[in-house]
């Protein structure tokens, strides 16, 4: 009798212990997790090739078959430029291309934004597209170092209202253009010693009063003035 009790305790007794364990059971693969870090990295991989297509930065070689392309696919042929006293607006002359193409690009990128008037020379020329912030260098820097050629054959001359390119000051005997800065002639009837090295590249048509105001600011030595004349925005149309 006791044998048979001490059996009936074991029998049960191994039987509480095999309920007890885990029974393995089967898993579906985590694959959401899986995909979720796959598409991630494609999403990662598109944002950093994204990145290096808009890291163009232009230099001495590629600038001139550079906006030669950039010309073609231009629908624009004007910027109005809006400053701190007022606005005007420029036209730009179709067969002067590389230059056009260079203004009508710098002021799509933001570039002449938030910079300045910073030469005025009496009953002469405004100048504009520089400034002493930080931030203008930091906006060269990004599109480029490149300088334009010289396109002085198409006829046009150095009137009233033309604007114009600046030549480079930096080891520059064939008088390149220095890209970010232009100048408006404000003499009457005009400035034509300056046809034969710079290059007329559009004309104020609206707005030459403000052209006017900015030149008879009062200015310091070196002919910057004494109040900054910010150019707010420029707005290629």
Known sequence: MVRIQFLLITLFTTFLVMSCKDTPTKEKPNTTKTE??????????????????????????????????????????????????GSFTIQLYDNVPYHKANFIYLSKKGYFDHTMFHRVVKNFIIQGG???????????????????????????????????????ETDNP??????????????????????????????VIEGMDVV????????????????NIYILKAEAF
């Open 130 to 168: 520089n400034s002493d912030d930080v931030e203008t260098a930091r906006k060269r820097n990004e599109i480029g170092r490149y300088l334009l050629p010289p396109d002085t054959k198409k006829g046009y001359r150095h009137d009233r209202g033309t604007i114009s390119m600046p030549s480079s």
């Open 36 to 85: 979720t870090l796959t598409d991630s990295s494609q999403t990662k991989a598109t944002e950093i090739k994204e990145e290096v297509e808009e890291a163009f930065v232009l230099d001495e070689d590629n600038a001139i078959p550079f906006f030669f392309e950039y010309s073609k696919t231009l629908k624009e042929d004007k910027v109005k430029l809006t400053t701190n006293l």
């Open 212 to 227: 006017d105001l900015i030149n008879s600011q009062p200015v310091e030595q070196g002919d910057w003035p004494v109040q």
């Open 174 to 203: 064939h008088k390149l253009a220095s890209p970010f800065e232009f100048f408006i002639v404000v003499t009457k009837p005009g400035s034509y010693h300056l046809d034969a090295g710079y290059t007329p590249f559009g004309r």
